[in-house]
Every structure is written in structure tokens, then in C-alpha cells.
């Protein structure tokens, strides 16, 4: 399992929402430069940044911090407002080496598709879960379908990879949903990333033993707040599995 270390990035700033609510962010004090130097100087080769201001109002509003963490040669997923082609050709053309695309691929086919021919391999789709339901706009309203379905359907279109959050868990730091997790990558064939609660090692030695095997998993507050270091945690799941467990 990979673990990607994550960026969340509002008007300039790194924050951490709790459960996908603007009001409830938290904002941190170091630049987004400095936190993404200190996770590469660690060890981490991929970064996964989402632009907030993007998510809720429809257009990336951090490109430029954006630029300046790609030139520290680390690879970077991202997303948040990625809805139309113009845009998206922009991040690509700035770097970015996947997308994670949400409220547009849920809602229109054609264009997700068409991403799919233009760039294979390198679009992520978010499924952002409710109660199971899917969320669109920034997680403010419901997409009409269960993850599962979504993911089955993406799954048939020729998407591979998926970025499944519980909102519920998300910023909560109470555990990742590692049954919900399971499940999806279990009925759907995709490599699923893992998001959302982890707020310890254990969390991460326990998303390991999921069956089937989570993909990837990425990782916000619990590591800007220091519970536990990039570097530690890919030492521990690394290593060979110990009895205590």
C-alpha cells in the first residue's frame, strides 16, 4: 500500500476541514512550499493537492502555489475544480501527472470519457460518500447514486483508479472507513485510494489488511499535526507483519 501525503490548499493557505465543511477549517501556519519540501525530504514521491477554492466554486484558485510544488520534481494528484477541458489541460500542462475529477465525472459521461481518450491512465475519479450516496459540489449536495453503482459503471467506461472518501470520517481522524473501502474495491475491480480519518499507525497497518488489498491511502491532519511522520509510517508497513498486530 502507498501512502500519499496530502495538501489541501485555500486562499493560499494549507487548512484541513472537518467532514468537507468550509466553516469548520482549520488553518495551518506553515507555507505549502516548506510542508510539501519537508514530506519529499522524508522520502514521499507523490503528493495528493486538492484545490478547496477550486471545489466549492468551480475554478482553481492556487495555480501558482501549485506550479512551485511540482517544480520540486515530486509527482502530484490533483484536484478540485477540475470541471471543464480547458482547465484541466492547464494543471496537465503545469505538470500534474493525474487528475482527480468529481462533480463533473458524476454527472456527465460524455465528458469523463473523452478524458479518458485524451489522457489514459491519468484520471482518477472521486467518489465522495455520504451515507454510501455520492457528493458533488464540494460534498454540498447529493449526486443521486451509491458509490458502489458509480464505481461499477466507471469501472465498464475504462476508468482503473478511484479516490473513495467517507465524508463522515473525513478531517475526524476517528479511523478510516476500512470496510466501505473494502467493499468498493471489492465489488467494483478498481484500485482503490483510500481517504479520510486516519489518524494513527495503527489506522495505516490496519487499511493493510484489508481484502481485498487497498491501493493506496492518503493521509492529511494526521501527518500535519504530527502523529506520525511519512517516513515512519512507510518503515512500518513495510515492514514484515509482527504478531501484535
Known amino acids: 500500500m502507498i ?34 519540501r519537508d514530506y519529499k525530504n522524508q522520502g514521499a514521491h507523490r503528493l495528493h493537492i486538492v484545490d478547496l477554492d477550486g471545489a466549492f466554486h468551480g475554478t482553481p484558485g492556487n495555480t501558482e502555489i501549485l506550479k512551485e510544488i511540482i517544480g520540486l520534481g515530486m509527482e502530484v494528484q490533483m484536484g478540485g475544480g477540475l470541471r471543464n477541458l480547458e482547465t484541466i489541460e492547464s ?18 459521461r460524455d465528458f469523463l470519457i473523452s478524458l479518458i481518450e485524451r489522457h ?25 447514486c451509491r458509490a458502489i453503482d458509480l464505481g461499477i459503471e466507471l469501472k465498464d467506461l475504462g476508468i482503473t483508479k478511484v479516490l473513495y472518501t467517507n465524508i463522515a470520517r473525513d478531517g475526524t481522524m476517528e479511523g478510516p472507513d476500512i470496510e466501505g473501502t473494502a467493499s468498493l474495491a471489492r465489488e467494483t475491480q478498481l484500485e482503490v485510494i483510500a481517504s479520510g480519518g486516519v489518524s494513527c499507525m495503527e489506522d495505516l497497518v490496519n487499511l493493510t489488511k484489508s481484502d481485498p488489498p487497498i491501493h493506496a491511502v492518503v493521509v492529511g491532519k494526521a501527518m500535519l499535526d504530527g502523529a506520525f511522520r511519512y517516513d515512519e509510517a512507510m518503515e512500518r508497513i513495510q515492514a514484515p507483519s509482527r504478531g501484535d498486530d
Open 91 to 108: 494543471v496537465f500542462e503545469a505538470g500534474v501527472t493525474e487528475i482527480v475529477v468529481s462533480t463533473r465525472a458524476v454527472e456527465d
Open 3 to 36: 501512502v500519499i501525503p496530502a495538501i489541501d490548499l485555500m486562499g493560499g493557505r494549507v487548512v484541513r476541514l472537518l467532514r468537507g465543511r468550509a466553516q469548520d477549517a482549520k488553518q495551518y501556519d506553515r507555507a505549502p512550499l516548506d510542508i510539501a
Open 120 to 144: 489514459p491512465g491519468r484520471v482518477i475519479v472521486g467518489l465522495d460518500a455520504r451515507d454510501g450516496i455520492v457528493q458533488v459540489d464540494g460534498w454540498t449536495r447529493s449526486g443521486g
